[in-house]
């Protein structure tokens, strides 16, 4: 173990110089361990969507070429990050060795810990000795390998008491209810557009802040009523998201003209800025996580209808947000079921 | 004046249907005046700066091509939105009629008052009788014309006291200031990443607010240093906000290594994302001006670097913002020269 520190990784950097290893062309993933940094045995690569569809076509859907071309990715960077969509994913293994620095000595880890990295396989430094199999209905890489986490970089142990893929899909998504619990305070409204994976945690927890005397809405097109038929939250609009003037005045209806005290964006469709906006009250707060939110159309949007609101990019980590989501689904049978399927 | 509640002008949309003005085609201009609507005399357009250079291109920098486009655009569209760039600008007119309900009312605005509208040409109706002249180097078309404002549409009065288009140029980026004096606090150490207009204003506000137990440092890579020469900020950094790290180690010199409790990103370049997360102490805020910011960038990055921070998105309105960025160009000098340039 080298006795340096370098939470981001600039020193893994080979080119260009300079920069942050999620924009480097290629890492250097063979280097000695630092003293704050953790070396993971790798399991499974959890390919990230637009990118394993790349592979697909690229590969015409063949397990063994999707692999050749993962192992051929990885080899010319140092990191599983597809060249074309730029993107990457998570992955799973065993904590093969810590620089007492890292976070998760004083965290209690021992070597042997299953884990799952939080941070983009876009970043982390990578390394196979080969691909075992490649599961395309789950888009997993099955690997024998090395990554190596940063101390700056979010991890979780692999909970032993949920389906490990069930528990993938939660971590995924795991910084929209850690926000949620942040932003939302008892006895408010809040509105969540979006009732998928990231919008039924948020519910869940939103409904856990605002108490008896406050009101959780969920909006989606496609049958948000099952939300509310399962207790995560109060009322169900079912509405275009995309059509902001439709849902405001839907939300309008709902709230008797208040409108919402927190708004939370899980959409995972473009163009649902201004409904959003639209449905927040006068100094109330709209949170953002869909990754399809345009910055400017937000911004110039709540400009353009004089809409005083604080308007808050979706952070994928906040403290602790791993154990949070996942003691939700532990505690809501119907958030299980959401996750399983 | 007819009888109707429209705040958001859902019904001057002419095409497609349901959509905010904003995102409509074409918008009718001419529909009498509803209850909730004020109408202007129009003098002149400011066109924004990317639409004026697609003009400038399309009609060879000829001042009366320029004019007769302008003209075509508006007849066709009800409104100055540029077919090509999207984009719009302001305008400046006096208060022709007021619809009773209308906010301008209740504030005390009499017709004949001169008013710039703080939202885009992009979702004002607006109808032209002729192009009078087109000034080039202030991007400014002088017309007679009438533009409809909704109930939502943010405006201004024009100062008496300061000359037109400085007035106009402080009005532009009136948000920045304005939310800087919501989000900074007393004895706060506050970071502006960019020092020109906006910037040079969320300075002088930081200032105000942080008192002199607090510390503003302005970050550029031109001429920092004469905003702290004003007495505008506290100190100055010369660095790039493209190269995270090296902005990283030069704010840790800076502060001690604490960070910053509030970084205000004001740059005019893509790419400063990560300055602006890796700047922010845990637990702070990061507050994004530049329209040049990535959503994605944003969020991805703070997770990836597992910063626990409020990252908000620059909402261009917050009430009173037209008022306090005037005020702060009267009472600094220094800033009147930035916005006189």
């Known amino acids: 173990v080298l006795a340096v520190t370098d939470p981001y990784g600039a020193r893994r950097v080979l080119r260009p110089p300079g920069v942050l290893p999620q924009q480097a062309e290629a890492l250097d993933a063979a280097a000695p361990l630092g003293d704050d940094e953790l070396l993971i045995e790798v399991d499974a690569l959890n390919i990230d969507a637009a990118s394993f569809r790349q592979l697909?076509?690229?590969?015409?859907?063949?397990?063994?070429?999707?692999?050749?071309?993962?192992?051929?990715?990885?080899?010319?960077?140092?990191?599983?990050?597809?060249?074309?969509?730029?993107?990457?994913?998570?992955?799973?293994?065993?904590?093969?060795?810590?620089?007492?620095?890292h976070p998760a000595a004083a965290a209690g880890v021992r070597v042997g810990d299953r884990i799952a990295?939080?941070?983009?396989?876009?970043?982390?430094?990578?390394?196979?000795?080969?691909?075992?199999?490649?599961?395309?209905a789950r888009e997993r890489v099955e690997v024998r390998g090395r990554a190596v986490l940063f101390a700056s970089g979010p991890w979780?142990?692999?909970?032993?008491?949920?389906?490990?893929?069930?528990?993938?899909?939660?971590?995924?998504?795991?910084?929209?209810?850690a926000w949620v619990a942040r932003l939302a305070r008892e006895g408010m409204t809040v509105l969540v557009v979006g009732a998928g994976k990231s919008g039924s945690l948020a519910c869940a927890q939103a409904k856990a802040q605002v108490g008896a005397r406050g009101r959780v809405l969920a909006l989606d097109l496609r049958?948000?009523?099952?939300?509310?038929?399962?207790?995560?939250?109060?009322?169900?609009?079912?509405?275009?998201?995309?059509?902001?003037l439709e849902v405001h005045a839907a939300v309008e209806r709902a709230t008797g003209g208040a409108l919402c005290d927190l708004v939370v964006n899980?959409?995972?469709?473009?163009?649902?800025?201004?409904?959003?906006?639209?449905?927040?009250?006068?100094?109330?707060?709209?949170?953002?996580?869909?990754?399809?939110?345009s910055f400017t159309a937000a911004a110039l949007g709540a400009e353009g209808v004089g809409k005083d609101a604080l308007l808050v990019i979706g952070n994928g980590y906040a403290p602790g947000?791993?154990?949070?989501?996942?003691?939700?689904?532990?505690?809501h049978e119907a958030l299980r079921a959401i996750f399983a399927a």
Chains 1, 2 share one sequence.
């Open 56 to 101: 697909r076509g690229e590969c015409g859907d063949d397990p063994r070429r999707i692999g050749a071309r993962v192992c051929e990715i990885v080899a010319a960077r140092g990191k599983m990050q597809n060249p074309v969509t730029g993107s990457g994913g998570m992955l799973i293994g065993r904590v093969a060795q810590m620089g007492p620095s």
């Open 117 to 136: 990295t939080l941070v983009s396989l876009t970043l982390t430094p990578l390394a196979l000795d080969e691909v075992c199999a490649v599961d395309i």
């Open 156 to 177: 979780a142990r692999l909970p032993g008491d949920l389906e490990e893929s069930l528990a993938l899909r939660v971590l995924d998504v795991c910084g929209a209810p």
């Open 223 to 244: 049958a948000p009523e099952r939300l509310a038929a399962a207790g995560l939250c109060d009322g169900a609009l079912s509405a275009d998201a995309t059509r902001a």
């Open 266 to 293: 899980c959409a995972s469709v473009p163009g649902t800025e201004m409904a959003t906006v639209l449905c927040t009250r006068a100094g109330g707060t709209a949170l953002f996580f869909s990754m399809a939110t």
């Open 321 to 331: 947000h791993a154990d949070l989501a996942l003691e939700l689904v532990r505690k």
